[in-house]
């Protein structure tokens, strides 16, 4: 009898290992500005728990050995294939659905052979287990309902992220067609969470220019803010322009697939979700006549833009040769007004790839470098990312020796996604997207140039945005002063950011995005 025990209690240990198995594997974070993975594996074992005392030992076998298997599954395909089997299968249809077979092939026999094992398992644990008594199990269940829903209540988009309830909430909403809520729960998959209704009942004043109009944002790269003359860095690294300079400007995060979607959205920063399904503020460019843009060296799942039109381009040269072309090619398309937004590679790693070096400020010897910098090759790195900022304001200048060849009132303003660690201080970190923002990889600058047509129709504006341009501004504020420089009025869903155009910032929290719906004092790092 105590044998029977023991074998029951070792195959109901076996089975809780492979149902965890895939949190640990498959379904935890890969990037450290994710969701925690201890929370995951938090809801991950009151979901375990919560089938094992509501459903009974044979219940719980019989439910969760769909899950035990397809766990096995995906845990391999990740492992072995690199492949993401829960979004393959969510996203797979006509044409792509052999990819989910593509990632398990050629392992068909090895599954039936899992399929029949995890079979004996569970009949052998239900066989060997005794009954058990119902007033310990009652007591169990209320526990586990009062926890989940603390978790839930705590970190709802967590909650749903975690194995195996990302499987059933996410089958349910691709069943439901929420594809918002599948990119909430599976936020890095192909899937364009924006919804095509959502509206930021923008309008114009009657006074609005009847002729061409042209407004740009350059997103930039790994860009901070200190390196830049303006700001106190090298005076080489400025605009060959005229242009007014914001040198304390907090990054909605301090990587890029959380603070661009932030930059070009109306999220707070402690917003759950990656990309959201509101529109971004192109949006409200195209609700008063604009033609929008989007030209991108990146991909295009990082914001998941809602331009008019797109086009996407390999980063295999300096921004200055890949974007220009497409810039000229969107402003001789027809349209009196347009809004194009430029999306580089900037100043990012690895910073020799970002320049040509014909044109470095510097001559820096790349091969010497190293992979990572440490503390004796600091220097040598510092000069190569110099070069790759001085490349980054080099396209800057492209773009607005191009722009303002045009007849348009035209603005343009440049921002870089996040800054960037090159062993600032005795933490010793390097690059950007770390467990924890800093000072030195959330501190980015805030250009804005306008051409002399545009200066002499809205000179207050431009007088008061100069006068503002020392004060402790944020993402946040950037597209607000965009669409103010184009007197778009328009629904804002943030009491605390400003048009630095009209308003200077108060006193205010600069939150950073630490983690999808988590947040850090941007003043404090």
């Not at 974070?29 to 009151?46: C, E, H, K, Q």
């Not at 809602?306 to 200055?320: I, K, V």
């Not at 990572?372 to 900022?389: C, E, G, K, M």
């Not at 420089?485 to 200077?504: S, T």
Request: overall charge neutral.
């Amino acid at each position: 009898m105590r044998s029977g025990k023991r074998l029951g209690l070792g195959l109901v240990a076996i089975w809780w290992v492979l149902l965890v198995l895939p949190a640990v594997v498959a379904f935890s974070p890969s990037n450290s500005w994710d969701v925690s993975p201890l929370a995951l594996l938090m809801v991950t074992v009151w979901a375990i728990a919560s089938a094992w005392f509501a459903a009974g030992p044979t219940g719980f076998f019989v439910l969760t050995y769909p899950f035990a298997l397809f766990g096995l599954c995906a845990a391999w395909a990740g492992v072995m294939r690199q492949a993401d089997l829960l979004e393959i299968l969510l996203l797979s249809g006509g044409p792509e659905r052999h990819e989910a077979l593509t990632a398990l092939n050629p392992y068909w026999m090895g599954i039936l052979l899992a399929a029949l094992i995890l079979a004996l398992v569970a009949a052998g644990a239900i066989r060997s287990l005794p009954t058990r008594s119902p007033k310990p199990r009652l007591r169990a269940i209320a526990w586990l309902v009062t926890a989940g829903c603390a978790l839930g209540f705590a970190m709802p988009m967590i909650f749903f992220r975690a194995w195996p309830v990302n499987v059933m909430s996410l089958a349910l909403a691709k069943l439901l067609d929420k594809r918002d809520f599948l990119a909430t729960a599976l936020p890095y998959g192909a899937i364009n969470p924006r919804a095509a209704g959502q509206t930021w009942k923008a309008s114009r004043s009657s006074g609005a220019p009847s002729g061409r109009e042209t407004y740009i944002l350059i997103i930039g790269e790994s860009v901070r803010a200190d390196r830049l003359g303006p700001c106190g860095g090298n005076a080489l690294l400025a605009l060959r322009h005229e242009a007014i300079t914001f040198c304390d400007v907090v990054s909605g995060a301090s990587g890029t697939h959380l603070s661009v979607p932030l930059l070009i959205s109306r999220d707070s920063a402690d917003s759950a979700p990656r990309v959201s399904s509101d529109a971004t503020f192109m949006k409200a460019f195209e609700e008063v006549g604009f033609d929008t843009y989007w030209l991108s060296v990146q991909d295009q799942s990082i914001a998941w833009p809602d331009a008019m039109h797109s086009t996407y381009l390999p980063p295999s040269a300096p921004d200055r040769e890949t974007l220009i072309g497409p810039l000229k090619h969107a402003l001789a398309a027809p349209g009196l007004k347009k809004l194009i937004v430029l999306h580089g590679y900037g100043a990012h790693f690895n910073y020799c790839d970002r320049y040509r070096p014909q044109h470095a400020l510097q001559a820096v010897e790349c091969r010497g470098l190293g992979a990572l910098p440490v503390r004796t090759t600091r220097p040598q790195w510092l000069s190569s990312y110099d070069n790759a900022i001085f490349e980054s304001l080099a396209f800057v200048d492209a773009v607005i020796d191009v722009i303002d060849s045009v007849d348009a009132e035209t603005v343009l303003l440049y921002t870089s996604d996040h800054g960037e660690n090159l062993l600032d201080d005795g933490r010793n970190l390097v690059q950007h997207a770390l467990a924890t923002p800093t000072l030195w990889d959330t501190r980015v600058p805030a250009i804005l140039w306008a051409n002399k047509t545009w200066k002499v129709n809205h000179d207050s504006w431009w007088r008061a945005l100069g006068a503002n341009q020392k004060a402790h501004a944020m993402h946040g504020d950037l597209t607000p002063t965009l669409l103010g420089a184009a007197n778009i009025h328009y629904e804002e869903l943030r009491p605390q950011v400003v048009d630095l155009g009209r308003q200077r910032p108060g006193n205010r929290i600069r939150w950073v995005k630490r983690r999808l719906g988590d947040t850090v004092d941007g003043d404090k790092l």
